[in-house]
């Protein structure tokens, strides 16, 4: 066991997926886990971390731009550390195999370039009123539903699991 921090190194236009990384702290906080929440352009360097959990909204069936590009900067760092992906999107308010298999391919872009250990994928929420202007009006002209759709429990669950995963060697991967 190692007193190094865990990363969680988040991507997120509207705020939602900043507070699912926050709860994923808490939840590893609560294991006695040293935790750093922070966007994915402010990081530097990964020397001080034990892990890496990197997660970013989803926009056009994709991780936002530069959350990708941080796997990309740091891909030399991360391949020596564990590393896990988590997404927030829309799709999974409806949380059916179809779209989990849907939601997953997303993440093929950056799977391509490094493999994680583990994977979270969560629904998100959509709120038009704080999105920039061009995103609202995309949101309103494709009659987007709006909503609040993330299960606290469930992301909370999930961080456990991999806490297990990262101390023991346990837990399995959600995808
Ligand atoms: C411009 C735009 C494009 C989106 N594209 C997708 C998409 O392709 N698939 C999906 O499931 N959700 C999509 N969403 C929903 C977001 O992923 C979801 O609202 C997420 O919770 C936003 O995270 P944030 O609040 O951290 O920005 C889109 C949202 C916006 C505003």
New binding site residues.
């Given amino acids: 066991m190692t007193n190094k921090p865990i990363l969680v190194a988040?991507?997120?236009?509207?705020?939602?997926?900043?507070?699912?990384a926050e709860a994923i702290a808490t939840a590893l906080q609560e294991h006695g886990a040293g935790v750093d929440v922070c966007p994915v352009q402010d990081v530097t360097t990964l020397a001080p971390y034990r892990a890496v959990l990197v997660g970013?909204?989803?926009?056009?069936?994709?991780w936002?731009p530069e959350a990708t590009e941080f796997v990309k900067r740091h891909r030399t760092e991360l391949e020596q550390l564990p590393l896990i992906y988590f997404?927030?999107?829309?799709?999974?308010r409806e949380d059916t195999a179809e779209h989990h298999r849907?939601?997953l391919a997303?993440l093929d872009p950056v799977r391509v370039i490094l493999e994680p250990l583990e994977i979270g994928l969560f629904?998100?929420?959509?709120?038009?009123s704080?999105?920039p202007f061009l995103?609202?009006m995309?949101?309103k002209a494709m009659k987007?539903e709006e909503g609040d759709w993330?299960d606290w429990e469930a992301i909370h669950d999930w961080a456990g699991g991999v806490w297990e995963h990262l101390e023991h060697g346990e837990g399995e991967a959600v995808a």
């Fill in positions: 988040y991507a997120s236009h509207a705020g939602s997926t900043e507070e699912v970013s909204a989803i926009h056009g069936a994709k936002l997404l927030v999107c829309a799709t999974l849907e939601v997303y629904a998100g929420r959509l709120d038009a704080r999105l995103e609202r995309l949101v987007s993330r």
